[in-house]
C-alpha cells in the first residue's frame, strides 16, 4: 500500500466521526496524564521521607547499686601446713594414722626400729656411771693428800720447822693439787658421759614420729618396714594441715587489675565441686614481687577464708571475684550509650531527596557519612543521647566507675527513665 492509499484511507475515516472528537479525547489524555504525575510525586515524596527515617535501640537511665570486681584465680591451702619428717635414719616399724585422721600435738605418728638407740642409750648409762666412779676414786687421792699435807705442817709446827724438810712440804703440797685437778677431770668427764647419754636420749625419742601441731592428716607417705633414709635431708613421711576450719586462697592477680586491690577488701569465690555456691572471704596480702607464667604478669594476693563445714579442702581450684568498688544510688547506664553517637549526612539537601531525584545521574560518592566524634568528641566532654521527640539529644555527663556492662553518670538533665540510645538500626522500610 502507498502512501496516497493510506492518506485517503485515513480521510474516508474521520469523515465517518463526529465532530468534536479531538478535542475531547486530548482533554482526556490530559485528566489521566495529571493522575499520574499526582500519584508519581506522592510516591516519591514518601520514598524519600521513609528512607532518611532512622530508628534507635534504646535503654533507659536507671538508678541503682554499682558493685566493681576484680576476677582471679587460685587455689586453696591450709594457712599452716607441716611436712613431717624424720631426722634419724632407719627401718619404719611401725605407722599409727592414716590420711584424714585428726591428730594432736605430741601424738606418734610413726615409729622407727629402737633396738640399736636403746642398747646405744644403755651403753652411755654405763660411761656415765664409769665416769662417776672414776669421781669417787678421785676424791679418795684428794681427801689422801690433803691429810698427808696437814700431817706435814703440823709436824713442821712441833718441831719448830725443823721437820720435815722444805721439799717434802712442797712435794705433798704437789700431790694434793694434782688429785683435786683428777678430779675436775673425773667430773668433767661425767658430764661428757651425761651429754652423750642425752643426745642417745634423744635420739631415742626422735625415733617417735610426733605431730608438731593439732591438725588433720592430709597424706601418709610411709608404710611399716620402709627405709628411711636421712643422711642427706629428711624425708617427708606426713603432710599436716592445722584447723582446716580457716584456709587461705592463694589467687593471682593480673597487672592491669593489680592497682584496684588492697588489703581488707571483700571477695566472694566459688569453686568446682559447688558451683551455685558463693563463699565469702577477705584479701589479707597483695603482694610485691610478681609471678609470670606463659607471659602473663600477675601477682599473689592471699584471702582468708572460713570453711567450718569443712566443704573446702586443700589444693581446691577457686575463682574469686573481689570488690574493688561500690557505689550506692548512682545513675547507671549501659557502656554502649557512651560509645553511641549519630550519622551526619554529608549535605542538607539530601535530607529531602525523592523517587525522581535519585534516578537522576550523581558523582560517586567520596566514603561513609561521617560520625559525630564518639561520646566525647575531640578534647570534649563524654555524652549521652537522650532520645525526645524521636530526634537523638546530646547530654553531657561525667563519667564513673564502672563494671564493663554499665557505668556511673551524673549530668545535668539527666533523670531515671530516660530513654539513652545505645544502637542505630537504619531507616524504616
Given at each position: 500500500?502507498n ?8 480521510r ?22 495529571l ?47 607441716v ?63 690433803a ?11 712441833l ?163 573481689i ?76 563519667v ?30
Amino acid at each position: 500500500m502507498n502512501s496516497r492509499e493510506q492518506d485517503e484511507i485515513t480521510r474516508v475515516i474521520d469523515a465517518g466521526r463526529p465532530p468534536g472528537w479531538a478535542g475531547k479525547y486530548a482533554l482526556r489524555l490530559a485528566a489521566v496524564a495529571l493522575i499520574v504525575l499526582a500519584a508519581f510525586g506522592y510516591l516519591s515524596l514518601r520514598s524519600g521521607s521513609s528512607a532518611t527515617a532512622t530508628r534507635y535501640q534504646t535503654e533507659e537511665v536507671r538508678r541503682g547499686d554499682l558493685i566493681v570486681a576484680v576476677s582471679a584465680t587460685g587455689n586453696l591451702q591450709p594457712t599452716n601446713q607441716v611436712d613431717v619428717g624424720s631426722e634419724l635414719s632407719g627401718t619404719v616399724e611401725a605407722v599409727f594414722v592414716d590420711d584424714n585422721d585428726r591428730v594432736k600435738k605430741g601424738q606418734i605418728l610413726a615409729r622407727l626400729d629402737v633396738s640399736k638407740l636403746q642398747d646405744q642409750v644403755a651403753k652411755s648409762r654405763a660411761a656415765v656411771a664409769g665416769a662417776e666412779a672414776q669421781v669417787l676414786q678421785v676424791q679418795a687421792s684428794v681427801e689422801e693428800a690433803a691429810a698427808n699435807l696437814a700431817r706435814l705442817k703440823q709436824v713442821a709446827e712441833l718441831s719448830g720447822g725443823k721437820v720435815p724438810s722444805k721439799v717434802e712440804l712442797e712435794t705433798a703440797d704437789a700431790a694434793l693439787k694434782r688429785a683435786l685437778a683428777n678430779e675436775a677431770s673425773a667430773r668433767a668427764a661425767v658430764n661428757q658421759a651425761a651429754a652423750a647419754l642425752k643426745s642417745d636420749e634423744t635420739n631415742l625419742a626422735k625415733a617417735h614420729i610426733r605431730s608438731p601441731i593439732d591438725g588433720v592428716v592430709l597424706s601418709r607417705k610411709v608404710e611399716p618396714g620402709q627405709t628411711v633414709a636421712a643422711s642427706l635431708q629428711a624425708p617427708v613421711l606426713f603432710a599436716i594441715a592445722e584447723k582446716l576450719s580457716q584456709m587461705q586462697l592463694e589467687v593471682g592477680v593480673d597487672e592491669a587489675d593489680v592497682g584496684q586491690v588492697a588489703a581488707g577488701q571483700r571477695a566472694t569465690f566459688n569453686v568446682d565441686a559447688y558451683p551455685k555456691r558463693k563463699y565469702p572471704a577477705r584479701v589479707t596480702r597483695v603482694g610485691y614481687g610478681s609471678q609470670v607464667k606463659d607471659g602473663v604478669v600477675t601477682y599473689l594476693t592471699v584471702l582468708t577464708v572460713n570453711n567450718d563445714d569443712l566443704s573446702l579442702r586443700p589444693g581446691m581450684t577457686a575463682t574469686a571475684e573481689i570488690v574493688t568498688a561500690k557505689r550506692e544510688q548512682v545513675l547507671l547506664v549501659p557502656n554502649a550509650a557512651l560509645r553511641f553517637a549519630p550519622a551526619v549526612a554529608a549535605k542538607t539537601g539530601k535530607k529531602n531527596k525523592n523517587l525522581v531525584a535519585s534516578l537522576m545521574p550523581r558523582p560517586p560518592r567520596g566514603g561513609a557519612p561521617k560520625q559525630k566524634g564518639g561520646s566525647a568528641g575531640k578534647g570534649g566532654a563524654p555524652k549521652v543521647w537522650v532520645l525526645k521527640d524521636g530526634q537523638p539529644v546530646a547530654i553531657p555527663v561525667t563519667v564513673g566507675a564502672t563494671d564493663g556492662r554499665v557505668t556511673e553518670v551524673a549530668g545535668v538533665g539527666l533523670q531515671p527513665g530516660m530513654p539513652v540510645i545505645t544502637e542505630g538500626l537504619g531507616g524504616q522500610g
